[in-house]
């Protein structure tokens, strides 16, 4: 069972784009809520957007709330993270996770210890 982080991380100057990619196998992707974590060197991890097993209910940090989108398509077993106008404090590694239950979604974007699958991570580097 695998949840891999695919194309997307890289270097980018700030205010460029970026869009990162998870993809299942071993699993089927609409069964779980699907989140994207990062964690800067030397800080903490943290929860930058969360979405349904549907794809209808999505919740992002405050810090990338109307620059970054969530989606996902359960019929590839793929989900997504558009990234826009990148800042340099949005450099960090950067993971997926899925999760099978959790009564509220939003409280993923900080409780996130114990989700059943993470991605391996890709790391984003945003030059200023």
């Known amino acids: 069972l695998r949840f891999s982080c695919r194309r997307g991380g890289g270097l980018v100057q700030a205010g460029g784009s970026l869009r990162l990619s998870c993809a299942a196998s071993?699993?089927?992707?609409?069964?779980?809520?699907i989140g994207w974590y990062r964690q800067a060197p030397g800080k903490e991890r943290e929860g930058v957007s969360v979405i349904s097993r549907s794809g209808d209910s999505k919740f992002y940090a405050d810090s990338v709330k109307g620059r970054f989108t969530i989606s996902r398509d359960n019929t590839k077993n793929i989900v997504y993270l558009q990234m826009n106008s990148l800042k340099p404090e949005d450099t960090a590694v950067y993971y997926c996770a899925a999760e099978s239950y959790r009564e509220s979604l939003s409280t993923l974007l900080t409780d996130y210890y114990g989700l059943d699958y993470w991605g391996k991570g890709t790391l984003v580097t945003v030059s200023s």
């Open positions: 071993g699993f089927t992707l609409a069964d779980y809520i």
